[in-house]
Each structure stands twice: as structure tokens, then as C-alpha cells.
């Protein structure tokens, strides 16, 4: 069970049968990907190379991270907006030569929301009783250490600037993810991670994960409830530079 969404998409700007509307070539894209990438590589090398000239490595920690994840090629898509796992995740590495042991893997989730009290908490600072998160500094430490989210959560709005992706929510534990669309008559997904790591298998019709599903979906909507997410946002129209087909006329 694949959505219409997603088999629509493949044929658009964001999909690999018409990249960028057929403006640049995939394999092009992905060599010029990864020489971006070279070179942010090379800058991150002269700044941890500083600060070991500068004996600060002990007391000191590099943070590498994306804004979101990117797809080329899975599931028929080209760039981030979806919720399945290549934009879903964010890639993030962690040096601290003081405190995190070398080629440590963290197997638990953690959010965006988390980094800053994870911040303070390695500054000597108390997180202000607003601030959402979790700290996951003693994560760092020691990856068996207790650790209080078991889920994150995913939202992704409409745009106009980009029509074919849905307004989208997602709930991933450390095995399960439920995707629900919003907005359109299609079909929502469940996915087994563990057995399933590609997203090639919903589940979301197998009677096996009906309480499954129901769980995940009703934990998603508490969750949206809780911090205001279900008033949707409007967005006025877009630029008439992103505006491939009436050009800013309506």
C-alpha cells in the first residue's frame, strides 16, 4: 500500500522522474552533493584542528549536524519534506574527546527540541521550566545511561511553493513509526523499523498491528493537542519565483 501522494511525486519537482522539473541531471546533483559536503568536512577538520593546537580538546565539544535529512532516489523522492527515514532523521556526530568514547553509537531518539537543554545542562546552566526537551548530556557519557523519551515526534505543513507533499505528522519509538496525512484522501503508513528499515512494507491494513496503529496514532494526537499543533497554519501564496504555473496570477 503505497500513497498516491508518493506515486504522484516521483513525476515532479521533488521526484527522480523529473528532477527540479528536468533542470539538472541526478548523477550531477549527487557529485555536487557530496563535493559541498567535502568541503564543509575540510572547515569542520580546521576547527577541530584549532582547538587541538590550542589544548582546549578535554573541555570542548563539536556538534555536526543537518537542518533535516534529504532523499536521493528512495521511495521515488528527491529532497526532505516526507516523513520516512532519509528525511526524517537528522545525521548528527558528536566530539568531545573529554567525555564521549570514540565510535559510540546512540540507538535512542532524541530531538531537535532536546539540544538546547542538552546545552545548558554542559554549561552549568538550569533549563528555564518553559523550554521543552530533554537534556541527553549523560547520554553522551555513558549510552546506557536512563533516558526519558521513547518517541519523537514529526510535522511538515503544506506549501503552496510545493503542492505535491501533504501536510504530514509522524510518531517514530525506537521500532514503530505511524505516518498520518493530512488534508487528502489517501492512505496513512505504519512501519516496522526493526524488520522493515527501508519503509518498503505498510502496515497499516495488516489486522497483526491494528492496536499497533491505533496507539501511535492516538499518541500523536495527544501530543499535537498538547502543544497547540492542531491549529494548522495558513500560508499566503507563494513568490512568483517559486511559482512555476501561474506565475502569482491568482
Do not use: C
Amino acid at each position: 500500500d503505497i500513497p498516491q501522494w508518493v506515486r504522484n511525486q516521483r513525476y515532479s519537482w521533488h521526484g527522480v522522474d523529473y528532477l527540479y522539473h528536468g533542470a539538472m541531471d541526478f548523477e550531477d546533483f549527487y557529485r555536487s552533493y557530496l563535493e559541498t559536503l567535502q568541503a564543509v568536512d575540510e572547515s569542520i577538520e580546521k576547527v577541530i584542528e584549532w582547538v587541538k593546537a590550542n589544548g582546549l580538546e578535554e573541555n570542548t565539544m563539536v556538534m555536526y549536524m543537518g537542518d533535516n535529512g534529504f532523499s536521493f532516489g528512495e521511495h521515488g523522492l528527491i529532497d526532505k519534506r516526507h516523513a520516512y527515514e532519509e528525511s526524517m532523521r537528522v545525521p548528527m556526530l558528536v566530539w568531545a574527546p573529554g567525555m564521549v568514547k570514540p565510535s559510540s553509537l546512540l540507538e535512542q531518539v532524541v530531538m531537535n527540541v532536546d539540544l538546547a537543554p542538552t546545552f545548558l545542562q554542559l554549561a552549568g546552566i538550569e533549563k528555564p521550566a518553559q523550554m521543552q526537551g530533554f537534556s541527553f548530556a549523560e547520554l553522551l557519557k555513558d549510552n546506557a545511561a536512563k533516558w526519558q523519551r521513547d518517541k519523537v515526534f514529526y510535522e511538515y505543513y503544506w506549501e503552496q511553493a510545493f503542492p505535491q507533499t501533504p501536510t504530514t505528522f509522524a510518531i517514530r519509538t525506537n521500532r514503530y513509526k505511524y505516518i498520518y496525512y493530512n488534508g487528502v484522501w489517501d492512505i496513512n503508513e505504519l512501519f516496522d523499523l526493526q524488520e522493515d528499515p527501508y519503509e518498503m512494507n505498510n502496515l497499516v491494513r495488516d489486522p497483526r498491528y491494528k492496536e499497533m496503529g491505533l496507539q501511535l496514532k492516538n499518541d500523536l494526537f495527544e501530543w499535537l493537542k498538547n502543544t497547540d499543533g492542531l491549529q494548522i497554519p495558513l500560508k499566503s501564496a507563494a513568490p512568483v519565483k517559486g511559482d512555476n504555473l501561474y506565475k502569482g496570477t491568482y
